[in-house]
């Protein structure tokens, strides 16, 4: 048989919820706290693999060219075979020379 008073400490009373905007706030500040110790974690990660600076020397070749250019005076269309002395190229022929 069951009486009264055991049936009495058995029932529960019922849970209050939180209100909705405390539960809002709290997962703010939770997200917030956890965002900033993951900046400062990884910030101390990228201070800590960061090399240290070695002297580097740096070597600029330079290369110079003489580009010589033939022009032909307007009258003469001729294509000579064989070698080319250097009397053939003051003879009507002006020379332009750059370098680059």
């Not at 709290?26 to 993951?38: C, H, K, Q, R, T």
């Not at 240290?52 to 075979?81: D, E």
């Not at 070698?83 to 022929?93: E, K, L, T, V």
């Amino acid at each position: 048989m069951v009486t009264a008073g055991a049936v009495a400490p058995m029932t529960r009373t019922a849970a209050r919820r939180p209100r909705a905007s405390l539960v809002f706030w709290g997962s703010i500040l939770l997200f917030a706290a956890l965002f900033a110790l993951l900046v400062y974690r990884f910030s101390l990660e990228q201070q800590a693999s960061r090399p240290t600076a070695q002297t580097v020397q740096v070597r600029k070749v330079v290369k110079r060219r003489v580009v010589t250019t033939i022009v032909p005076s307007p009258g003469r269309n001729t294509i000579s075979s064989g070698p080319i002395s250097s009397s053939s190229y003051s003879s009507g022929a002006a020379v332009t020379t750059g370098a680059s």
